[in-house]
Every structure is written in C-alpha cells, then in structure tokens.
C-alpha cells in the first residue's frame, strides 16, 4: 500500500541565530523562509523563546503576514506565549519545554506529571482552531498523557538517536530507532497525528522518514548549515529526495 506523502516543516530559527550575533536585518529569516517555501517545504517552524535568543516577535509578524504554506508555531506553556498564539492563530503551535524542569530526561516535555495544566493551557489554542501539538520523547506514559490533555498531534524527540548516530554509538543508536518506530504506531493507534523531529541530517533522516505513522518531519539546525555551502534550494531539494525515497 503507497504510504502517505511525509511533509517537510523547515524551521529558520538558525537563520536568526546567525542574525542576531551581528544585531543587524541580514540575514533575514522571512527571505529564508519564502525561498524553502519555493524549495518545497510545506511548512515553517519557528521558535519564539521566552529570551528571544533567535527568533524575535516582528519576525513572527513577518512570518505570518509573508507566508503561503502554514506556520508551526513552537513555543514554551507560558501565558505570554500563549496571548502571541491567539492573537496570530497559527495554523499550528507545538508545545516545547525551555526550562530543564520542564523536560524528561529524555529532552522532550514532560506531560504527565503537568496534566491539568497543561489540559487547561492547550484548550483555548484548539478553541481558536490551532492544531496543537506537544513535543515528546518516545515514552509510552508521555504520549499517554498527551493524547489525554488533546493534543492533536505529538512530536517525538528525534534527539538522542541523532547524537547516537553521529557519535557512532549504534547499539544506542538501534535502541532509540526502535522505541521511536514502537512509539509511532502507538501514538498512532490512539488517533495522534505523529511527527518528529531534533538533530535530523542527511545521515539519520532516512530511518525514521520510512515510518508509516510519521507525517511530518521539522528540520532546521542541519538545513541552515547546509545552505552555507550548497545554497537553501538545493539543500531542502535534497532532504526532500532522501525523504521520498525512503517512503
Ligand atoms: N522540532 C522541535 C519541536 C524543535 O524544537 C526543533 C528545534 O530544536 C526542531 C524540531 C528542529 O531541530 P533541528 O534544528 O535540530 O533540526
């Protein structure tokens, strides 16, 4: 049976990193985010952080006045956030923890011991018809509790297999695949929409792209540096390649 077509949300935060370190316009994430849109991405991810460590609130504006293809939204569970998410009413807002408290040991939210809060958090952002999404790692009693609070979709925390591959640690590296590949089809089954996402490169991505249950990777970091060498067109052009062919 043909699988469905994985989607590709390219996230620009790195692009303002860059930006930033000099305080200046350039270079400009809005242009890069218009010129992955014309590369093929089907989304743009971007991270307003509580610090404004890269991504800044004008450039949320821009993002949502310029763009074509749907913004995710990543953001912490904190009231600022959340007022920024209702006034722009992103196409989709994924919950990321910020604060070490705030995370499993794993790297992604932890959920379940912030059930309630979380619940009332995410329900006027569905409300206002934001798909919400919660970043996790692959731990059954996470997506558990996302799939109680309603969350639409979870994101799983590509993270720790990333670091394994590229450290050359592969039994590391096999153990998180599957309990990534395990995870996916369990989410799955509960009616979760599943994405992932973190560390993901031209290396690693084929793997977890061949995930039936997963519909959408979110890949930044890796892209934006490839760019400095083969240009942002080409660079998505060939994530986009390795994506399709894995499927
Ligand atoms: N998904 C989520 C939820 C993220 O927070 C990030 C950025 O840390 C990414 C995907 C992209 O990760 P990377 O920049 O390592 O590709």
């Known amino acids: 049976m043909a699988q469905k077509r994985l989607r590709l949300g390219v996230n620009i935060d790195h692009v303002a990193t860059v930006r930033n370190a000099r305080g200046g316009a350039y270079?400009?994430?809005?242009?890069?985010?218009?010129?992955?849109?014309?590369?093929?991405a089907d989304g743009i991810t971007a991270h307003l952080r509580e610090d404004r460590r890269h991504i800044t609130d004008a450039d949320i504006d821009g993002l949502v006045a310029a763009l074509s293809v749907p913004l995710n939204f990543e953001m912490a569970a904190t009231e600022e956030m959340q007022a920024i998410a209702l006034r722009h009413k992103p196409h989709a807002v994924c919950i990321v923890p910020e604060k070490r408290e705030e995370r499993t040991t794993e790297g992604g939210l932890e959920v379940a011991r912030e059930e309630n809060k979380l619940a009332h958090f995410i329900a006027p952002l569905r409300d206002v018809g934001c798909r919400v999404s919660i970043f996790i790692a692959a731990d059954r009693k996470q997506i558990e509790a996302a799939h109680r609070i309603g969350a639409e979709v979870i994101e799983l925390h590509t993270g720790a297999y990333?670091?394994?591959h590229a450290e050359g640690d592969f039994e590391t590296r096999d153990r998180e695949l599957a309990s990534l590949r395990e995870m996916s089809a369990f989410a799955d089954s509960l009616g979760l929409e599943v994405h992932a996402g973190h560390?993901?490169?031209?290396?690693?991505v084929q793997p977890i792209a061949a995930f039936p249950e997963v519909r959408e990777l979110n890949i930044g970091h890796f892209l934006i540096g490839e760019a400095i060498f083969r240009g942002m067109t080409p660079a998505i052009a060939e994530m986009r390649r390795l994506m399709d062919e894995a499927r």
Not at 27 to 40: C, N, S, T, V
Not at 199 to 204: P, Q, R, W
């Open 162 to 164: 990333c670091d394994a």
């Open 27 to 40: 270079p400009d994430p809005i242009r890069a985010a218009k010129l992955a849109e014309e590369a093929g």
């Open 199 to 204: 560390g993901l490169t031209y290396d690693c």
